[in-house]
């Protein structure tokens, strides 16, 4: 399931049953920029203990906030750029390619300042947390959602993380709105707060 989603929806090479899908894998991987990135990669994440503990913690953390959660399986794997975090069937997908620090050289020529603030490995463990949250808590309508639905839903969202991780990830005034709320609502759960409209 993971190598169709990489080779099909985020790679776009074709069809993963594809006769010759081995050869367009093979051949995608033959650019310069990616030969780099892989080498970066396996040099950044030979040793990956420190996100596996914090992971682990993370979710022990959501599954005591969260009782009926189902903690997912994660896997890494390498995008080419594309998106940092894939969700789905009870998995979660990293792209480790998305998380070599914001001085990486590919880095500073396609991605803004704020991006790459954020594009650094003690990243994943919030992000992870983050989508795995917006799976289980979509956005209610989000077709006709107006932009402040949209960031007060978000800043629940990374205030959650923010309690989940024991650290101030985020902070921005929609995560700032929700810790003033929570401050007036100490009963309130993280899966009530998801679920409530926030005046």
């Not at 990489?6 to 050869?23: Q, R, T």
């Not at 093979?26 to 420190?50: C, K, N």
């Not at 914090?54 to 750029?81: C, G, H």
């Not at 994943?124 to 949250?133: E, G, S, T």
Request: charged share 25%.
């Amino acid at each position: 399931m993971q190598t169709r989603m990489l080779i099909e929806d985020m790679l776009h090479l074709g069809k993963v049953d594809d006769s010759d899908i081995n050869a367009k894998f093979l051949h995608y991987f033959q650019d310069s920029t990616l030969q780099a990135l892989l080498i970066e990669v396996q040099r950044q994440y030979a040793d990956m203990d420190d996100v596996n503990e914090n992971l682990t913690k993370a979710f022990q953390q959501l599954k005591d906030e969260l009782p009926k959660m189902e903690v997912p399986r994660v896997y890494t794997q390498i995008s080419s750029f594309d998106q940092s975090i894939i969700v789905g069937n009870g998995t979660i997908g990293i792209s480790l390619d998305k998380y070599l620090g914001k001085d990486y050289p590919f880095y500073q020529t396609h991605y803004t300042e704020r991006q790459r603030q954020l594009m650094v490995r003690s990243m994943i463990v919030p992000d992870c947390i983050a989508f795995y949250l917006l799976s289980l808590y979509p956005l209610t309508n989000p077709e006709t959602a107006t932009q402040g639905k949209r960031d007060q839903h978000m800043g629940r969202i990374q205030w959650s993380v923010n309690k989940v991780v024991q650290a101030t990830v985020f902070d921005n005034p929609y995560v700032k709105q929700v810790e003033d709320y929570m401050k007036t609502h100490r009963q309130t759960t993280i899966h009530q707060l998801l679920t409530t409209t926030i005046e």
